[in-house]
Protein backbone atom coordinates (compact mmCIF):
# COMPACT_ATOMS: atom_id res chain seq x y z
CA UNK A 1 0.00 0.00 0.00
CA UNK A 2 1.60 3.08 -1.23
CA UNK A 3 2.53 6.03 1.65
CA UNK A 4 1.95 9.35 -0.16
CA UNK A 5 2.51 12.80 1.18
CA UNK A 6 0.02 15.46 0.00
CA UNK A 7 1.16 19.17 0.33
CA UNK A 8 -1.88 21.73 0.70
CA UNK A 9 -3.64 18.79 2.54
CA UNK A 10 -5.97 21.03 4.49
CA UNK A 11 -7.05 22.85 1.01
CA UNK A 12 -10.44 21.98 -0.76
CA UNK A 13 -8.77 19.68 -3.17
CA UNK A 14 -5.93 18.23 -0.79
CA UNK A 15 -8.55 17.20 1.93
CA UNK A 16 -11.08 15.82 -0.68
CA UNK A 17 -7.99 13.71 -2.24
CA UNK A 18 -7.07 12.64 1.57
CA UNK A 19 -10.27 11.23 1.95
CA UNK A 20 -10.22 9.77 -1.72
CA UNK A 21 -6.89 8.01 -0.78
CA UNK A 22 -7.58 7.01 2.44
CA UNK A 23 -11.30 5.03 1.34
CA UNK A 24 -8.72 3.02 -1.82
CA UNK A 25 -6.17 1.96 1.48
CA UNK A 26 -3.05 4.29 0.73
CA UNK A 27 -1.08 5.63 3.61
CA UNK A 28 -1.08 9.38 3.85
CA UNK A 29 1.27 11.06 5.73
CA UNK A 30 0.78 14.19 7.88
CA UNK A 31 2.77 17.12 8.32
CA UNK A 32 3.59 17.19 11.82
CA UNK A 33 3.55 21.24 11.43
CA UNK A 34 0.91 22.48 8.88
CA UNK A 35 1.95 25.67 10.02
CA UNK A 36 4.74 26.04 7.99
CA UNK A 37 4.82 27.80 4.63
CA UNK A 38 5.84 25.60 1.75
CA UNK A 39 8.70 27.51 0.81
CA UNK A 40 10.50 27.55 4.03
CA UNK A 41 13.74 26.03 3.93
CA UNK A 42 12.33 23.39 6.96
CA UNK A 43 8.91 22.65 5.66
CA UNK A 44 9.93 18.87 5.88
CA UNK A 45 12.61 18.50 8.45
CA UNK A 46 9.87 16.82 10.72
CA UNK A 47 8.52 14.29 8.48
CA UNK A 48 9.83 10.76 9.85
CA UNK A 49 10.87 8.11 7.63
CA UNK A 50 11.12 10.57 4.58
CA UNK A 51 12.95 7.20 2.14
CA UNK A 52 9.71 5.30 2.89
CA UNK A 53 7.27 7.68 1.16
CA UNK A 54 6.41 6.76 -2.26
CA UNK A 55 4.69 9.53 -4.04
CA UNK A 56 3.68 13.68 -3.05
CA UNK A 57 0.88 15.10 -4.43
CA UNK A 58 1.87 18.48 -4.54
CA UNK A 59 -1.00 20.94 -4.47
CA UNK A 60 0.00 23.98 -1.99
CA UNK A 61 -0.09 27.30 -3.18
CA UNK A 62 -0.99 30.57 -3.90
CA UNK A 63 -3.92 30.84 -6.30
CA UNK A 64 -6.48 33.28 -6.43
CA UNK A 65 -5.92 35.35 -9.66
CA UNK A 66 -7.31 38.75 -8.60
CA UNK A 67 -4.87 38.85 -5.63
CA UNK A 68 -1.73 37.83 -7.83
CA UNK A 69 -2.07 41.15 -9.65
CA UNK A 70 -2.06 43.08 -6.21
CA UNK A 71 1.01 40.84 -5.05
CA UNK A 72 2.63 38.97 -7.72
CA UNK A 73 6.47 38.30 -5.72
CA UNK A 74 4.22 36.37 -2.88
CA UNK A 75 3.04 34.10 -5.65
CA UNK A 76 6.03 33.33 -7.20
CA UNK A 77 7.66 32.85 -3.87
CA UNK A 78 5.28 30.47 -2.64
CA UNK A 79 4.19 28.62 -5.94
CA UNK A 80 7.56 28.57 -7.56
CA UNK A 81 10.07 28.44 -4.44
CA UNK A 82 7.41 26.22 -2.85
CA UNK A 83 7.69 23.55 -5.94
CA UNK A 84 11.68 23.70 -5.69
CA UNK A 85 11.30 22.74 -2.37
CA UNK A 86 9.67 19.60 -3.31
CA UNK A 87 11.70 18.97 -5.85
CA UNK A 88 14.62 18.74 -3.62
CA UNK A 89 13.05 16.68 -1.75
CA UNK A 90 11.74 14.45 -4.33
CA UNK A 91 15.11 14.50 -5.43
CA UNK A 92 16.72 13.50 -2.24
CA UNK A 93 14.28 10.08 -1.50
CA UNK A 94 13.61 9.29 -4.69
CA UNK A 95 10.29 10.00 -4.51
CA UNK A 96 7.42 10.39 -7.27
CA UNK A 97 5.62 13.40 -7.99
CA UNK A 98 2.37 14.14 -8.89
CA UNK A 99 2.59 18.39 -9.53
CA UNK A 100 -1.68 20.03 -9.65
CA UNK A 101 -0.74 23.08 -11.86
CA UNK A 102 -3.08 25.22 -13.33
CA UNK A 103 -4.98 26.45 -16.75
CA UNK A 104 -1.75 27.22 -18.50
CA UNK A 105 -2.45 28.53 -22.09
CA UNK A 106 -3.46 32.43 -22.29
CA UNK A 107 -5.95 33.55 -24.81
CA UNK A 108 -6.57 30.08 -26.85
CA UNK A 109 -5.28 30.14 -30.23
CA UNK A 110 -7.92 27.20 -30.88
CA UNK A 111 -10.63 25.03 -29.49
CA UNK A 112 -10.60 22.69 -28.07
CA UNK A 113 -7.50 23.08 -26.26
CA UNK A 114 -5.04 20.44 -26.16
CA UNK A 115 -1.55 19.66 -24.69
CA UNK A 116 0.07 20.82 -27.24
CA UNK A 117 -1.27 24.27 -27.55
CA UNK A 118 1.03 27.29 -26.82
CA UNK A 119 2.00 28.15 -23.35
CA UNK A 120 1.43 31.21 -22.44
CA UNK A 121 0.79 32.69 -19.16
CA UNK A 122 -2.57 35.64 -18.28
CA UNK A 123 -1.80 36.14 -15.20
CA UNK A 124 0.93 36.51 -12.49
CA UNK A 125 -0.78 33.46 -10.69
CA UNK A 126 -0.56 31.79 -14.14
CA UNK A 127 3.14 32.69 -14.47
CA UNK A 128 4.21 31.30 -11.14
CA UNK A 129 2.56 27.94 -11.92
CA UNK A 130 4.12 27.69 -15.72
CA UNK A 131 7.57 28.33 -14.12
CA UNK A 132 7.25 25.32 -11.43
CA UNK A 133 6.23 22.97 -14.48
CA UNK A 134 9.29 23.76 -15.88
CA UNK A 135 11.03 23.00 -12.89
CA UNK A 136 9.77 19.86 -12.67
CA UNK A 137 10.75 19.17 -16.64
CA UNK A 138 14.09 20.08 -15.91
CA UNK A 139 14.67 17.80 -12.79
CA UNK A 140 12.72 14.91 -14.72
CA UNK A 141 15.24 15.82 -17.35
CA UNK A 142 18.11 16.14 -15.31
CA UNK A 143 17.66 14.33 -11.88
CA UNK A 144 15.42 11.21 -12.62
CA UNK A 145 12.29 12.70 -11.26
CA UNK A 146 9.26 10.41 -12.45
CA UNK A 147 6.37 12.72 -12.28
CA UNK A 148 2.71 13.67 -13.44
CA UNK A 149 1.36 17.32 -14.25
CA UNK A 150 -2.18 17.49 -13.96
CA UNK A 151 -4.01 20.85 -15.67
CA UNK A 152 -7.02 21.25 -13.95
CA UNK A 153 -8.66 24.10 -15.98
CA UNK A 154 -11.57 25.43 -13.36
CA UNK A 155 -12.65 23.53 -10.70
CA UNK A 156 -15.76 23.68 -8.71
CA UNK A 157 -17.83 22.10 -6.02
CA UNK A 158 -17.00 23.68 -3.07
CA UNK A 159 -18.20 26.90 -1.87
CA UNK A 160 -15.29 27.88 1.14
CA UNK A 161 -13.77 30.35 -1.36
CA UNK A 162 -16.69 32.70 -1.21
CA UNK A 163 -14.76 34.90 -3.84
CA UNK A 164 -15.11 32.36 -6.61
CA UNK A 165 -17.48 32.78 -8.98
CA UNK A 166 -20.02 29.85 -8.48
CA UNK A 167 -19.63 30.29 -4.62
CA UNK A 168 -20.47 33.92 -4.66
CA UNK A 169 -23.58 33.44 -7.32
CA UNK A 170 -25.26 30.97 -5.01
CA UNK A 171 -24.14 33.04 -2.10
CA UNK A 172 -26.12 35.98 -3.54
CA UNK A 173 -29.13 33.06 -4.70
CA UNK A 174 -29.42 32.22 -0.71
CA UNK A 175 -29.58 35.83 0.30
CA UNK A 176 -32.78 35.66 -2.25
CA UNK A 177 -32.88 39.47 -3.70
CA UNK A 178 -30.65 39.69 -6.65
CA UNK A 179 -27.49 38.47 -8.39
CA UNK A 180 -24.77 41.20 -9.32
CA UNK A 181 -21.60 40.03 -11.24
CA UNK A 182 -19.17 41.82 -13.43
CA UNK A 183 -19.08 40.17 -16.58
CA UNK A 184 -21.57 37.68 -18.24
CA UNK A 185 -19.90 36.85 -20.97
CA UNK A 186 -16.60 35.13 -19.85
CA UNK A 187 -16.60 31.34 -20.76
CA UNK A 188 -15.08 28.94 -19.14
CA UNK A 189 -14.70 24.83 -18.79
CA UNK A 190 -15.16 23.45 -15.42
CA UNK A 191 -14.39 20.42 -13.53
CA UNK A 192 -16.26 18.82 -10.86
CA UNK A 193 -14.07 18.54 -7.80
CA UNK A 194 -15.27 15.11 -7.37
CA UNK A 195 -14.03 13.74 -10.81
CA UNK A 196 -11.02 15.74 -10.55
CA UNK A 197 -9.82 13.70 -7.09
CA UNK A 198 -10.84 10.58 -9.31
CA UNK A 199 -8.59 11.83 -11.81
CA UNK A 200 -5.50 12.74 -9.48
CA UNK A 201 -5.96 9.09 -7.80
CA UNK A 202 -5.56 7.64 -11.13
CA UNK A 203 -2.41 10.15 -11.60
CA UNK A 204 -0.41 8.55 -9.18
CA UNK A 205 0.27 5.08 -11.69
CA UNK A 206 0.96 7.46 -14.34
CA UNK A 207 4.26 9.17 -13.35
CA UNK A 208 5.73 9.22 -17.07
CA UNK A 209 7.31 12.62 -17.31
CA UNK A 210 3.62 13.88 -19.05
CA UNK A 211 1.82 16.84 -18.67
CA UNK A 212 -2.49 16.36 -18.78
CA UNK A 213 -5.44 18.37 -19.15
CA UNK A 214 -7.99 18.20 -16.43
CA UNK A 215 -11.29 19.43 -17.64
CA UNK A 216 -15.20 18.19 -18.54
CA UNK A 217 -15.17 18.90 -22.47
CA UNK A 218 -17.62 21.80 -22.21
CA UNK A 219 -17.94 25.24 -21.98
CA UNK A 220 -20.20 27.37 -19.69
CA UNK A 221 -20.60 31.73 -19.93
CA UNK A 222 -21.20 33.62 -16.40
CA UNK A 223 -24.64 33.55 -18.16
CA UNK A 224 -25.35 30.10 -18.41
CA UNK A 225 -23.54 29.36 -15.06
CA UNK A 226 -26.98 32.11 -13.20
CA UNK A 227 -29.02 30.15 -15.62
CA UNK A 228 -28.18 26.96 -14.09
CA UNK A 229 -27.95 27.70 -10.69
CA UNK A 230 -31.00 29.62 -10.55
CA UNK A 231 -32.94 26.40 -11.95
CA UNK A 232 -31.70 23.72 -9.61
CA UNK A 233 -31.94 26.61 -6.58
CA UNK A 234 -35.30 27.19 -7.90
CA UNK A 235 -35.25 31.11 -7.99
CA UNK A 236 -35.88 33.97 -10.68
CA UNK A 237 -33.54 36.76 -9.57
CA UNK A 238 -33.01 39.58 -11.03
CA UNK A 239 -29.12 39.54 -12.73
CA UNK A 240 -27.23 42.25 -13.00
CA UNK A 241 -23.71 42.81 -14.99
CA UNK A 242 -21.17 45.88 -14.17
CA UNK A 243 -19.92 44.94 -17.89
CA UNK A 244 -16.50 45.01 -16.13
CA UNK A 245 -13.76 43.18 -18.02
CA UNK A 246 -11.01 41.87 -16.14
CA UNK A 247 -7.09 42.30 -16.87
CA UNK A 248 -5.93 40.26 -19.97
CA UNK A 249 -9.55 38.35 -19.87
CA UNK A 250 -9.38 35.34 -21.57
CA UNK A 251 -12.81 34.92 -23.42
CA UNK A 252 -13.20 31.18 -23.44
CA UNK A 253 -11.16 28.10 -22.47
CA UNK A 254 -12.90 24.19 -23.92
CA UNK A 255 -10.18 21.67 -22.48
CA UNK A 256 -9.44 18.70 -24.51
CA UNK A 257 -9.10 15.93 -22.67
CA UNK A 258 -8.69 13.17 -24.91
CA UNK A 259 -5.18 12.60 -23.74
CA UNK A 260 -6.42 11.91 -19.73
CA UNK A 261 -9.02 9.85 -21.16
CA UNK A 262 -6.77 7.06 -23.71
CA UNK A 263 -4.29 6.96 -21.06
CA UNK A 264 -6.08 7.27 -17.37
CA UNK A 265 -9.10 5.67 -18.93
CA UNK A 266 -10.86 8.65 -17.10
CA UNK A 267 -13.70 10.55 -17.95
CA UNK A 268 -16.13 12.70 -15.94
CA UNK A 269 -18.85 11.72 -14.56
CA UNK A 270 -20.54 14.94 -13.52
CA UNK A 271 -21.80 17.20 -16.44
CA UNK A 272 -22.35 21.17 -15.10
CA UNK A 273 -26.51 21.06 -13.90
CA UNK A 274 -25.73 17.35 -11.80
CA UNK A 275 -22.53 19.61 -10.46
CA UNK A 276 -24.61 22.43 -9.35
CA UNK A 277 -27.29 19.82 -8.06
CA UNK A 278 -24.55 17.78 -6.32
CA UNK A 279 -23.68 21.39 -4.15
CA UNK A 280 -26.97 22.07 -3.39
CA UNK A 281 -27.64 18.22 -1.48
CA UNK A 282 -24.36 19.30 0.42
CA UNK A 283 -25.20 22.27 1.41
CA UNK A 284 -28.86 20.71 1.88
CA UNK A 285 -27.64 18.04 4.09
CA UNK A 286 -25.24 20.74 5.92
Known sequence: MPKVLITGVNG????ALKKALVAKGDVVIDLPDNAKRIQNLDYFDAIPNPDQIDLIYHLAAASFVPKSWEHPHDFLETNLMGTSRVLEFCRQYAIRLVYVSSYAYGIPQYLPIDENHPIAAANPYGLSKIMAEE????????????????????????????????????EQIKAGKEINVKDLRPKRDYIFIDDLIELLVLAQSHTNNEVYNAGSGASYSVKDIIDACQMVFETNLPVHSAEQERKNEIP???????????TFGWEPKYNFIDGIKAIKQRLDLG
Open 135 to 170: LCQFYGENYNLSYAIIRPFNVYGTLKNKALLIPEII
Open 12 to 15: NIGS
Open 252 to 262: ETLCNISKVKK
